[in-house]
Nanobody, 126 residues
Framework: QLQFVESGGGLVQPGGSLRLSCAASGFTLDSYAIGWFRQAPGKEREGVSCISSSVRITRYADSVKGRFTISRDNAKKTVYLQMNSLKPEDTAVYYC???????????????????WGQGTQVTVSS
């Protein structure tokens, strides 16, 4: 019933930009905080960003602050992650996930995220 579909990933050169989209179906997006996570080969999954359900408070991992921007459009049931100044270390599979209410204080915390997308590949390479 509940599903997220990520899109917008691809191959980009260092310094380039991509915008990821996370489209929800089967539920009302405005009831949930939405987080973006990523997992690179050989590394643990880490939190990237989160946006709350109503007041739209945002949080970012230190590694992406100043480069990534999260936003949401509840009417379109879509959350976006604008990624600028991309680096090779940003290469990973990116996932969106939903949890009720607000974002955790720690963006890396995965508890409470009940619904996950299947991921989209982002590769940053020259």
């Amino acid at each position: 019933q509940l599903q997220f579909v990520e899109s917008g990933g691809g191959l980009v050169q260092p310094g380039g930009s991509l915008r990821l989209s996370c489209a929800a179906s089967g539920f009302t997006l405005d009831s949930y905080a939405i987080g973006w996570f990523r997992q690179a080969p050989g590394k643990e999954r880490e939190g990237v960003s989160c946006i709350s359900s109503s007041v739209r408070i945002t949080r970012y991992a230190d590694s992406v602050k100043g480069r990534f921007t999260i936003s949401r459009d509840n009417a379109k049931k879509t959350v976006y992650l604008q990624m600028n100044s991309l680096k090779p270390e940003d290469t990973a599979v990116y996932y969106c996930a939903a949890r009720p209410g607000y974002c955790p204080i720690d963006v890396h915390r995965e508890s409470g995220y009940d619904y996950w997308g299947q991921g989209t590949q982002v590769t940053v390479s020259s």
